[in-house]
């Protein structure tokens, strides 16, 4: 994480300090070329050391940006004062002396600890390491603010661990907990579920909307029990 926030940290001045009031859009197209393609390559440089950081937060408000634009030197100009909102957010963030160990919380959606004590059972009834490996991909895009994927990983799960439980469906899974997991788990059941099946099986429209962390981070608590129930 280290190494990536010292690079987006760079690269974000060199955004901000990039001469592209040097080209206007009276100025011959060859030369808004060049300006605005340099400019470019420090900005998706910059956008994949943000994703790296492995900031949820971060990573959601690059997902936004559009990188895909013309070679106008207008729009490079746009999309500077675009990234502005990124880059404050980087320099507030950062500033902060306790911000790795904020993201690496930040960043999990299964909470590290509880994903090595899963890696640590051992292989008695059940074989974990689908599992497992589940829930690191599950990590990794939600940290990434791949959302989509989340979504879909939290369903998967939700269908791969009901054999552990002695069950073959998760709403029997709910069922059978006690009245105080029962509460919890049934939320992945009754509102995560629904919400991956919405990513899942809706048609293309003429307009869409992606998932955001506001739709899968209250899930995270449930999750958590979950992979703890699983445990014991």
């Known amino acids: ?4 926030l010292d690079l987006s940290t760079k690269l974000a001045d060199d955004i901000e300090q990039f001469p592209l009031g ?5 100025d011959d197209s060859d030369m808004q070329y060049a300006y605005t393609a340099g400019f470019l390559d420090i900005v998706r440089r910059f956008v994949g050391a943000i994703r790296r950081i492995g900031d949820p937060d971060l990573s959601e408000m690059v997902s936004s940006v559009n990188l895909d634009i013309s070679y106008h030197v207008a ?3 746009d999309l500077r004062r675009e990234l502005y909102v990124v880059i404050d957010a980087l320099k507030e963030a950062s500033a ?3 911000y790795g160990k904020n993201v690496a919380s930040n960043a999990a959606f299964l909470n590290p600890d509880l994903l090595m004590r899963l890696k640590a059972l051992p292989a008695k009834r059940f074989d974990v390491v689908k599992l497992v490996r589940m829930c690191e991909e599950l990590n990794d895009a939600y940290a990434r603010g791949n959302y989509i994927t ?4 939290v369903r998967a799960v939700m269908n791969h661990v009901p ?3 002695g069950g073959t469906t998760f709403k029997q899974v709910v069922s059978q907990s006690g009245r105080s997991v029962k509460a ?3 939320r992945l059941e009754d509102d995560a579920r629904p919400i991956a099946d919405l990513h899942t099986h809706m048609m293309i429209r003429k307009a869409e909307q992606l998932p955001t ?3 899968i981070e209250p899930y995270k608590s449930a999750f958590e029990i979950l992979s703890t129930c699983s445990r014991g």
């Open 96 to 98: 902060n002396p306790e």
């Open 150 to 153: 989340a979504c879909l990983l």
């Open 184 to 186: 919890i788990l049934s």
């Open 213 to 215: 962390k506001n739709q």
């Open 75 to 77: 729009e490079a100009h």
């Open 22 to 26: 040097k080209c206007g859009p009276s």
């Open 1 to 4: 994480m280290t190494a990536a």
């Open 163 to 165: 054999p552990v439980f």
